[in-house]
């Protein structure tokens, strides 16, 4: 194992070294200006300001897809000013294809896929790596989020700014103003790296103004242009914004006669800026009751399902410490905290601290209950740019139990360790390499984990390999780790073809290897799967695959989860299954995705169904239905079983500010039927009102469980 990594290693240093000071831009063919202005400039999409009269105009967008060769055929402009306290922004996308511009809503941070919109990407940091990207729907519903790992996009964060968008016939127009207190940025600096992005529905086109090969997200912070200015922006201030909130909740547990249980209480949010690139947030008392429920699973693994972050606290500006290890070794997941005990207070620094090293640090504080201690959670990361877009980070994790009643828990759990996050300039070679030791009261000898994972990615062909190890010991009660006690392998091939015609964009094969290894190096697990891809111009996808499994149980398992008889520890399965799976076209009103897969499943078949259904009221919404059925047929004395989901949802935007989401989940497997009513009313910016309804019932009778309402009220203060 340990070859393998130096081997990997060494490979990335030579490649990294070679393309540390090339650029896959020139950027000196797309500059853009941004003068200052001390005329007004008002945001309602109209661009007739003595500022807008005189600003450079930047065209001639590159299409990105179906294809990236040549320019786009629905092209923009954009123009670019600012003042003493906004940078803003103005935005043309003209139509060359009539027709109604395809969008699903009026909620924020909409579905980029399904909605005409235009996006910016800006490198605050002149780093290629992190960022900020503002976008607006083609009916004006706002989008934005924090850059981080070379550009990928984190919606769950939210700031203040101004947006307006105005409609023709044949073109859209819009302005943005981005307040210099929303973003952080390097003092001293004269320009950014940036980019501007469209996806134009009825065309079938992505384009960027500085061009984006295809297999590569236009967020990628690689891929830039510049805009420059005259005099450096102005040196940020210390400047806060508190968030009081109200709450008030009414339960009611039916399955007792204790009656309905009242409570109320009241929190803080705070935003202290330290300088233009550092960023203070502190929390007090918070409550989630607004966070939008989980979409279910039918549980068939053998191993903990993982379900994503949703609470804002732990979102914003995450990226530091949701990025550490990998999909299913993870160090932290904030998820551990909070979710079954009163979150009472917590505070997080993060930000850059000079042009190459950000921090991030990060405390909360949760209180007890009769199963669960009251405990103290702390991360903290420090990272380093590296040659030319990759970083080295250094971080620890710690959960301390601040209960002298230690209810059975172990009084501390650390982790620390090591992430190397490898890219070369043009992002065709990428990968990681990580380190991280388990520090518990108990044997260390085995209680770390490793990794390392290569890919080089080309607009035809992408292969990659990861290695990892994941020790017996290892123990990270504040991370997600899938099992223990392994060596896993994943290596990929991917080979696309694009034909000439108009009709199918791209198709092509794809393999994938997953292999777990016991200490032995014993096999434990195989899964391999070959696929075949298509796309099409209108963005419809068809897949069909082919996949083998192999499994030796290192222990007894109810393949279906219902509390059956078990299959025998070290008994060995091996099955094959094909499936299938069409996704329609987003331009269309109506939209859908079919699934499905016939083959065998342990010692006995299993076949699968699912579906997603989503009828689109633009701009006011849709009614979406998931949902999937599972047939699975064992010898006796097993179970034999037939598991269904099924979830309506109603997504209502009355206007950009109003919304309204229904959301109804039969999970038989569960035995549950759960009703989610949420209404948000965004006042003012940043401000919310917040109704929320939640019911849960047996999915045979029908009887209700429990009920819950809850309202909050918050306002923003800067």
Same mark, same amino acid.
């Given at each position: 194992?340990?070859?393998?990594?130096?081997?990997?290693?060494?490979?990335?240093?030579?490649?990294?070294?070679?393309?540390?000071?090339?650029?896959?831009?020139?950027?000196?063919?797309?500059?853009?200006?941004?003068?200052?202005?001390?005329?007004?400039?008002?945001?309602?999409?109209? @661009? &007739?300001?003595?500022?807008?009269?005189?600003?450079?105009?930047?065209?001639?967008?590159?299409?990105?897809?179906?294809?990236?060769?040549?320019?786009?055929?629905? &092209?923009?402009?954009?123009?670019?000013?600012?003042?003493?306290?906004?940078?803003?922004?103005?935005?043309?996308?003209?139509?060359?294809?009539?027709?109604?511009?395809?969008?699903?809503?009026?909620?924020?941070?909409?579905?980029?896929?399904?909605?005409?919109?235009?996006?910016?990407?800006?490198?605050?940091?002149?780093?290629?790596?992190?960022?900020?990207?503002?976008?607006?729907?083609?009916?004006?519903?706002?989008?934005?989020?924090?850059?981080? &790992?070379?550009?990928?996009?984190?919606?769950?964060?939210?700031?203040?700014?101004?947006?307006?968008?105005?409609?023709?016939?044949?073109?859209?127009?819009?302005?943005?103003?981005?307040?210099?207190?929303?973003?952080?940025?390097?003092?001293?600096?004269?320009?950014?790296?940036?980019?501007?992005?469209?996806?134009?529905?009825?065309?079938?086109?992505?384009?960027?103004?500085?061009?984006?090969?295809?297999?590569?997200?236009?967020?990628?912070?690689?891929?830039?242009?510049?805009?420059?200015?005259?005099?450096?922006?102005?040196?940020?201030?210390?400047?806060?914004?508190?968030?009081?909130?109200?709450?008030?909740?009414?339960?009611?547990?039916?399955?007792?006669?204790?009656?309905?249980?009242?409570?109320?209480?009241?929190?803080?949010?705070?935003?202290?800026?330290?300088?233009?690139?550092?960023?203070?947030?502190?929390?007090?008392?918070?409550?989630?009751?607004?966070?939008?429920?989980?979409?279910?699973?039918?549980?068939?693994?053998?191993?903990?399902?993982?379900?994503?972050?949703?609470?804002?606290?732990?979102?914003?500006?995450?990226?530091?410490?949701?990025?550490?290890?990998?999909?299913?070794?993870?160090?932290?997941?904030?998820?551990?905290?909070?979710?079954?005990?009163?979150?009472?207070?917590?505070?997080?620094?993060?930000?850059?601290?000079?042009?190459?090293?950000?921090?991030? %640090?990060?405390?909360?504080?949760?209180?007890?209950?009769?199963?669960?201690?009251?405990?103290?959670?702390?991360?903290?990361?420090?990272?380093?740019?590296?040659?030319?877009?990759?970083?080295?980070?250094?971080?620890?994790?710690?959960?301390?139990?601040?209960?002298?009643?230690?209810?059975?828990?172990?009084?501390?759990?650390?982790?620390?360790?090591?992430?190397?996050?490898?890219?070369?300039?043009?992002?065709?070679?990428?990968?990681?390499?990580?380190?991280?030791?388990?520090?518990?009261?108990?044997?260390?000898?085995?209680?770390?984990?490793?990794?390392?994972?290569?890919?080089?990615?080309?607009?035809?062909?992408?292969?990659?390999?990861?290695?990892?190890?994941?020790?017996?010991?290892?123990?990270?009660?504040?991370?997600?780790?899938?099992?223990?006690?392994?060596?896993?392998?994943?290596?990929?091939?991917?080979?696309?073809?694009?034909?000439?015609?108009?009709?199918?964009?791209?198709?092509?094969?794809?393999?994938?290897?997953?292999?777990?290894?016991?200490?032995?190096?014993?096999?434990?697990?195989?899964?391999?799967?070959?696929?075949?891809? @298509?796309?099409?111009?209108?963005?419809?996808? @068809?897949?069909?695959?082919?996949?083998?499994?192999?499994?030796? %149980?290192?222990?007894?398992?109810?393949?279906?989860?219902?509390?059956?008889?078990?299959?025998?520890?070290?008994?060995?399965?091996?099955?094959?299954?094909?499936?299938?799976?069409?996704?329609?076209?987003?331009?269309? %009103?109506?939209?859908?995705?079919?699934?499905?897969?016939?083959?065998?499943?342990?010692?006995?078949?299993?076949?699968?169904?699912?579906?997603?259904?989503?009828?689109?009221?633009?701009?006011?919404?849709?009614?979406?239905?998931?949902?999937?059925?599972?047939?699975?047929?064992?010898?006796?004395?097993?179970?034999?079983?037939?598991?269904?989901?099924?979830?309506?949802?109603?997504?209502?935007?009355?206007?950009?500010?109003?919304?309204?989401?229904?959301?109804?989940?039969?999970?038989?497997?569960?035995?549950?039927?759960?009703?989610?009513?949420?209404?948000?009313?965004?006042?003012?910016?940043?401000?919310?009102?917040?109704?929320?309804?939640?019911?849960?019932?047996?999915?045979?009778?029908?009887?209700?469980?429990?009920?819950?309402?809850?309202?909050?009220?918050?306002?923003?203060?800067?």
């Amino acid at each position: 194992m340990k070859q393998i990594l130096f081997f990997i290693f060494i490979a990335f240093i030579a490649n990294l070294k070679l393309s540390a000071q090339s650029s896959p831009v020139n950027r000196a063919a797309y500059q853009i200006e941004m003068k200052t202005t001390d005329s007004q400039i008002i945001i309602d999409g109209v @661009f &007739d300001e003595a500022a807008w009269l005189s600003a450079q105009k930047v065209s001639k967008f590159h299409m990105v897809l179906p294809t990236d060769e040549g320019l786009a055929t629905s &092209d923009s402009e954009v123009m670019m000013a600012r003042d003493e306290s906004n940078v803003y922004i103005a935005i043309t996308c003209f139509d060359t294809f009539p027709g109604k511009r395809p969008v699903e809503s009026l909620r924020r941070d909409f579905s980029f896929g399904k909605n005409d919109n235009f996006i910016v990407f800006i490198d605050t940091y002149n780093d290629q790596t992190n960022g900020f990207a503002f976008g607006i729907s083609a009916v004006g519903a706002q989008w934005e989020g924090i850059q981080a &790992d070379g550009g990928f996009v984190s919606l769950n964060w939210d700031t203040k700014w101004k947006s307006a968008v105005k409609n023709y016939s044949d073109r859209w127009t819009a302005e943005f103003a981005i307040p210099y207190k929303s973003i952080r940025y390097q003092d001293g600096a004269t320009e950014w790296g940036i980019n501007f992005t469209r996806l134009d529905l009825k065309s079938g086109e992505k384009s960027a103004w500085a061009p984006v090969p295809r297999q590569f997200q236009t967020a990628n912070l690689a891929f830039t242009g510049t805009v420059k200015w005259e005099e450096p922006l102005p040196k940020r201030v210390v400047n806060y914004a508190a968030i009081p909130y109200v709450f008030a909740q009414s339960t009611n547990d039916l399955q007792t006669d204790e009656g309905p249980e009242l409570k109320a209480k009241v929190g803080l949010d705070a935003k202290i800026t330290v300088s233009t690139s550092l960023n203070l947030d502190l929390t007090l008392n918070p409550d989630f009751s607004q966070v939008e429920v989980d979409q279910q699973q039918i549980n068939l693994d053998r191993f903990e399902l993982f379900f994503p972050e949703r609470r804002q606290f732990f979102l914003e500006n995450s990226d530091l410490f949701a990025s550490l290890g990998n999909a299913d070794n993870r160090p932290f997941f904030s998820r551990r905290i909070g979710l079954n005990n009163p979150v009472r207070g917590g505070a997080r620094l993060s930000g850059k601290i000079n042009k190459k090293s950000r921090i991030g %640090l990060m405390n909360i504080q949760t209180g007890g209950n009769e199963t669960i201690a009251a405990s103290n959670f702390s991360v903290g990361v420090v990272q380093r740019q590296i040659f030319a877009r990759s970083n080295i980070s250094l971080f620890m994790v710690n959960k301390q139990v601040t209960d002298k009643d230690l209810k059975g828990e172990n009084k501390y759990n650390r982790i620390a360790g090591v992430d190397i996050n490898l890219s070369n300039a043009n992002s065709r070679w990428t990968g990681k390499l990580f380190y991280h030791q388990a520090i518990f009261d108990g044997d260390l000898s085995d209680a770390f984990t490793f990794s390392g994972k290569a890919v080089y990615d080309t607009p035809i062909f992408s292969v990659s390999m990861s290695q990892s190890y994941i020790g017996s010991d290892y123990n990270a009660e504040v991370g997600y780790i899938r099992r223990n006690g392994i060596y896993n392998f994943t290596p990929a091939l991917k080979y696309r073809f694009f034909p000439k015609g108009r009709s199918i964009t791209t198709h092509g094969p794809n393999l994938d290897m997953n292999l777990f290894l016991d200490k032995a190096f014993d096999l434990r697990d195989r899964v391999t799967k070959f696929s075949y891809n @298509f796309t099409w111009l209108d963005r419809s996808t @068809f897949q069909i695959g082919f996949e083998e499994t192999y499994i030796k %149980l290192i222990r007894s398992f109810d393949p279906t989860n219902s509390g059956g008889e078990r299959l025998p520890e070290e008994s060995e399965h091996n099955w094959q299954r094909f499936d299938a799976q069409y996704v329609s076209n987003p331009r269309s %009103l109506l939209n859908y995705t079919f699934s499905i897969g016939l083959g065998g499943y342990y010692n006995g078949t299993r076949s699968n169904f699912g579906t997603e259904l989503s009828y689109r009221v633009q701009p006011y919404g849709y009614f979406g239905i998931i949902g999937s059925y599972n047939i699975i047929n064992l010898p006796s004395p097993y179970n034999s079983t037939n598991f269904t989901l099924f979830g309506p949802k109603l997504d209502i935007t009355f206007t950009d500010k109003i919304f309204l989401t229904t959301f109804t989940q039969y999970n038989d497997q569960m035995d549950n039927i759960n009703v989610n009513v949420r209404f948000q009313w965004r006042f003012a910016p940043g401000s919310d009102f917040f109704i929320v309804f939640t019911q849960n019932s047996f999915a045979d009778e029908f009887t209700a469980k429990d009920r819950g309402l809850v309202g909050k009220i918050s306002y923003w203060f800067n």
